[in-house]
C-alpha cells in the first residue's frame, strides 16, 4: 500500500451504500464520498499544474472538509486544515511558511477567505463540477510515493513562529494499522469525533474509519457544553467508540450527567492530548464497567500516538495512569536527557515518526535526530521532550516535559509562543508564563504600565481562545536568576503559595 487513497477506495468497494460519515442531520455513503473527492481532485488537476504542493482548506469540520482533504489527494497535493477561528496574525505566520497553492473553501466562507487569502487562488468546494477525470488521476496516482507528504499539521513554536509537521502516507498507512488492530475497529464501529481535523488526533478517527469501512458521527462542538446533550447524541446516533481529550471527558463527570443518561451503545473510550485526571475517569469507569478504556500518549511529531495503555486495573482517585508501552511497528528509546543524566527523555523511531517540519530544516535538525544509540547507519529518531521512567510493572510513566511546552486542553502549547505574543504588546516591559498542572490553567507574569484592559483585547487578537492564560499578575518588577534569565521557578513558587 503506497497511498491512503487506497483505504477509501478498498472501504467503498466492500461498502458502497453504507455511511461514511455523518453529522447528526446528514450522511454520505463510501460511494458518494470517493465520487465526490475524485470529482474535487479532478477540478484541482485539470485547471491547476502544480503537484505535490500546499493545499489549504479553510471552513468548518464538516463532511466537505473530508471531501476537500481527499480531494487533495486525489489531486496530488497534501493538504493543511486552518482554524477558522484563528486570529489573523498566527494564520498569517503559518501561511507565510506554507505558501499555499490554493485554498478550498465553502460559500459561507468565501468572501472572508478572498480578504484574508488575497493573493492566493480560492475555490469553493460547492461549485465543484460533478467531473471525473479518470486517465488524469490514474496518471497522478501511478507517480506517488508512500513518502509523499498526506498533510501538514501546525503546532506551537518556542519562537512564536508555529511548526508545521509534515506527514508522509507512510505515517498513516502504519498508524492506522496499528490503531484498528489493537482496538479491534472494523465495519460495525461508529465513531464519536471530538477533536478539530487541524488537531493530530482526528487522524486516528478519520484513517481507522476509511481503513475498516467505519461511520466517523462528527459531534457537533455545540454538545460539548450541555454533557447530557452530548450523552444523548451518543446513543441517538449508535456512537460506540470515542477519542476524546481528557477535558472532554471530564466535563461530562463534573457535570454529573451520568445520573441522568447513561450510553448503551458504547463500547471503546479513548483518550489523549493531555493527562486525564483519575478522579474523572473514575466516575466514567464507575458508570461504563464493561468498557475499555486506554490512555494513548504521543505528540503530532509521530502522527499522533507512540505509547498506550489499556486499563486493566483500577487506580486511587491521586494516582496517575501509565502511558503504557510502544504502539506496535513503533520504537520508544529512552535517553539520558540533557544535562541531567537523572532524567530519561523519550524518543521515537519507526514508520509513524513524521518526515520533518515543513520548510524549516533548523528546527527540524534539532529535534529529528541520529539514535544516539545506533552509530552503524543512518536512523532518525524524534525527541519528543516527554520526560519518563519505567514503573515496577514494566509500564512507561510520564513525568512532565523538559522545556516549557505543556499539554493544556488537549493542545500541545509552547508558553514561549504565548510570551512572545504578550512582549510583543507596546508598553510591555518583560513577560514569563508558567503552568499550574493541577488546576490545568496557564498564568502569565508581566511587567508593563499597560492595563489589564487593553492587554487582554490585544492578546486575544494574536492568539487562539485555547493560549490566553486565566490568570494575569503585574509585577513591578521582574524577578530574574544568576544568569540574567527570567527566574521561572520563583513564580512558579510565589504563584503556588498564592503570594501574587
Known sequence: MKNILELLENSEKLYPDKTAVSDGKRTITYSRFKTAAMETGSYIASNFKFKRRPIAIYMEKSIETLISMMGTVYSGNFYVILDIKMPAERLSLI?????????????????????IFPETKIISIDAVPHNI?????????????DTDLLYVLYTSGSTGIPKGVAVSHKNVISYSKW????????NETVFGNQTPFYFSMSV???????????????????????????????????????Y???????????????????????????????????????????HLPGVLFANLFGPTEVTDICAYYILDRSFQDDESLPIGKPCDNCALELI??????????????GSIVAMGYYNNPKKTAEAFVQNPNNTCYPEIIYKTGDLVE??????????????HQIKHMGYRIELGEIENAINSIPNVQASSCIYDEEQDKIAAFLQTDSEIKEIKKIV????????????????NKMFYNSNGKIDRNKLKNLYIKGEV
Open 133 to 145: 477525470n479518470n486517465s488524469l488521476l490514474s496518471e497522478i496516482r501511478n507517480k506517488t510515493i
Open 336 to 349: 539520558p536527557a540533557e544535562g541531567d543524566n537523572t532524567q530519561t527523555e523519550l524518543c521515537v523511531r
Open 244 to 286: 476524546w481529550v481528557p477535558s472532554a471527558l471530564a466535563l461530562v463527570a463534573n457535570w454529573k450527567a451520568f445520573d441522568y443518561c447513561v450510553p448503551k451503545t458504547l463500547k471503546k473510550v479513548l483518550f489523549a492530548g493531555e493527562t486525564m485526571p483519575m478522579k474523572q475517569l473514575n466516575v466514567w469507569r464507575k
Open 204 to 242: 486516528l478517527d478519520i484513517y481507522a474509519s476509511l481503513r475498516t469501512g467505519a461511520e466517523l458521527c462528527i459531534i457537533p462542538q455545540s454538545l460539548f457544553s450541555f454533557p447530557l446533550e452530548l450523552l444523548k447524541f451518543i446513543d441517538e446516533n449508535k456512537i460506540n467508540t470515542i
Open 179 to 186: 490503531v484498528i488492530d489493537t482496538f479491534n475497529i472494523n
Open 460 to 475: 486575544k487578537e494574536k492568539l487562539p481562545k485555547y493560549m490566553i492564560p486565566a490568570k494575569w499578575v503585574f509585577l
Open 95 to 115: 501561511t507565510n511558511n506554507l505558501e499555499p497553492e490554493l485554498i478550498i473553501t465553502d460559500g459561507s466562507h468565501l468572501s472572508k477567505s478572498k480578504e
Open 390 to 403: 519505567l514503573n515496577d510493572k514494566g509500564e512507561l510513566i510520564y513525568l512532565g516535559r523538559k522545556d
